[in-house]
């Protein structure tokens, strides 16, 4: 049964879209905000109530979702004209769910709290289908007086893991997201070299899954958009840039130098500058199937 309170949602891109339909079909009263009119639509279809600006929306609800590209949008969003801060009540818990820069994080929710409000940090780790099924991931930073209350929420849409106070949270996707699509770019680079000397994809698979080598991509998402040639765009590859561009800024500012996860930005800006920047992150396996020649997939 869902929790009596109301909740919004500010920024309905894919993954603040699947966020909203997840909490609909939880129960949860819902209200909506998204800055280019439109995406709203399918939501109101299925119960959510519609704002015309985010102040309107802040008004509304007891606890505010924001999930939006990049840090310069999280600003806009809630500290800009007719943003959160604008129309938010005493008390109201806004929920940053974007993967931004650490510091502004740590900065927004510092004048989120000085307006008489509170803030965490709830960065998603999956893809929107994985929230649609109640499958995400979600790397909080939270006051610990504020964890009971945003728990229910986040648990009705995935796991929740506490990692620290405000800012932490999106830390830890940094982190995630480093790693991650670096392991997706190495996956690439391997079945690419592999495929130029003349090794079957299968052949690679069977070995690569049952070694040391052996990872969820090569198992799932990777093997299926290379053999149907279409890479769907659950998280695009213009946004793992993004991160990977937060991720060094990140460990630069802290000293820790990234000699093995370095290259993968180079694959990335290889993808967009191809055309691909829209495509999947796994689109970097086409790219170097283009500058080398190699096909994973025999036609």
Not at 101 to 121: H, M, Q, T, W
Not at 126 to 134: E, Q, V, Y
Request: glycine share 10%; hydrophobic share 45%.
């Amino acid at each position: 049964m869902a929790e009596s309170q109301k909740i919004g949602v500010a920024g309905l891109g894919n993954m603040g879209s699947a966020l909203a339909r997840r909490l609909l079909a939880s129960g949860f009263s819902l209200s909506v905000f998204n800055r280019t009119p439109g995406r709203e639509a399918p939501l109101v279809v299925r119960g959510a109530v519609s704002t015309a600006s985010a102040a309107e929306l802040a008004g509304k609800v007891d606890i505010l979702l924001t999930c939006v590209p990049d840090g310069p949008d999280v600003e806009q969003l809630i500290l800009g004209k007719d943003g959160v801060l604008a129309g938010a009540r005493p008390g109201l818990l806004v929920v940053e769910c974007s993967t931004i820069d650490p510091l502004v994080s740590r900065a927004v929710g510092e004048k989120v709290r000085a307006a008489g409000c509170r803030f965490a940090d709830a960065a998603v780790g999956g893809l929107p289908k994985n929230i649609d099924a109640g499958q995400g991931v979600f790397m909080v930073g939270a006051l610990e007086s504020d964890l009971p209350i945003v728990r229910p929420v986040l648990q009705s849409m995935g796991q929740v893991v506490h990692c620290g106070p405000p800012s932490y949270g999106v830390a830890m996707k940094l982190v995630n997201n480093l790693l991650s699509q670096t392991i997706q770019a190495a996956d690439a680079e391997a079945l690419v070299l592999g495929a130029k000397f003349g090794l079957d994809l299968q052949v690679m698979l069977k070995v690569l899954t049952a070694s040391a080598a052996d990872n969820a991509v090569l198992r799932g998402r990777l093997p299926e958009q290379v053999m149907s040639g279409k890479y769907d765009a659950g998280f695009t590859a213009r946004l793992a840039l993004k991160d990977q561009r937060l991720a060094h800024d990140f460990a630069s500012r802290m000293g820790v130098p990234l000699f093995a996860l370095s290259q993968t930005r180079q694959l990335l800006t290889l993808a967009l500058a191809q055309g691909r920047g829209d495509q999947s992150v796994l689109s970097v396996a086409a790219a170097l199937e283009d500058v080398t020649g190699a096909k994973l997939v025999k036609e």
